[in-house]
């Protein structure tokens, strides 16, 4: 399939975003229960994914993200997979986004890269304090990045990054390669879960010839107008945000709590401000999206 790329399509109309995948698959019976998540699904049962990427699209969705968020060389290794069975899992990720796409005949396909406290499976990237440094993370994120990059996905969605320096070494990792990519950091009472600036981040990726979006996902819903304004100040990139339900995620008991309260209603706002790219992340579905996709029109 050809056409023109996301970039050129921005600058004509926002692109809807797809919703949390993990979430769909739970809804039609899937078990993400496993420290696996959404990932076990694409390894045991890809036609599952495949089905929930057909969903989003029909939702009105511009952007598919793979289900590689979790997939990591150290993660599945626990669960039993070498590492040339990881590396087809990665590569089935974006096979499938690809086809849903196709079938749609429209939109494009974004290569997730989770960051590597979702790797440990209790809650480190909600917080941010892993105690690497630059060249740890450079090492741990580089094979992943690499498959991804060479499996025909359209761009990289680097997504819920906590800390400047997970999002330094993912600049390392993407500079001079040529491979396009959007940086999403995730935000708590206005900065990032290590408590540093959100503008630092966003002006370090902005000054990445390879970044060609910055912003938020994986946050509360209140998060994301502030964000926009911080990035904003510090790059004329496009600004992708796509945040929770408004729920959250208890790491320990492995559930989500609250008031599901996704306010369709801010997106005209978060468009207003500046957002390019409109979705949703953990526990929005094709409702939500469909919602988004009505609200952009």
Known sequence: MSGPSLIDALADRALVVDGGLGTRLEERGADVSSELWSARVLADSPHEVLDVHRDYFAAGADVAITASYQVTYEGCARA???ADATTGI???SVELARRARDEAGHGWVAASVGPYGAMLADGSEYRGDLGLGVRELRDWHRQRIDV?????ADLIAVE????????EAILAELAGTGTPAWIS???LAGRLRSGEPLAEAFALAAAVDEVVAVGVNCCAPGEV???IEAAR????????VYPNSGETWDAAARRWSGRAAFPTEAVRSWRAAGAGLIGGCCRTGPGQIAAIDRALA
Do not use: H, N, Q, Y
């Open 233 to 240: 100040e510090v790059t004329t990139k496009p600004i992708v």
């Open 90 to 92: 990665l590569r089935r």
């Open 80 to 82: 039993g997979f070498d």
């Open 160 to 167: 819920t990054m906590p800390s400047l320096v997970e999002v």
């Open 185 to 187: 950091v995730t935000p």
């Open 148 to 152: 991804l990059a060479g499996a025909g």
């Open 225 to 227: 107008l502030g964000a």
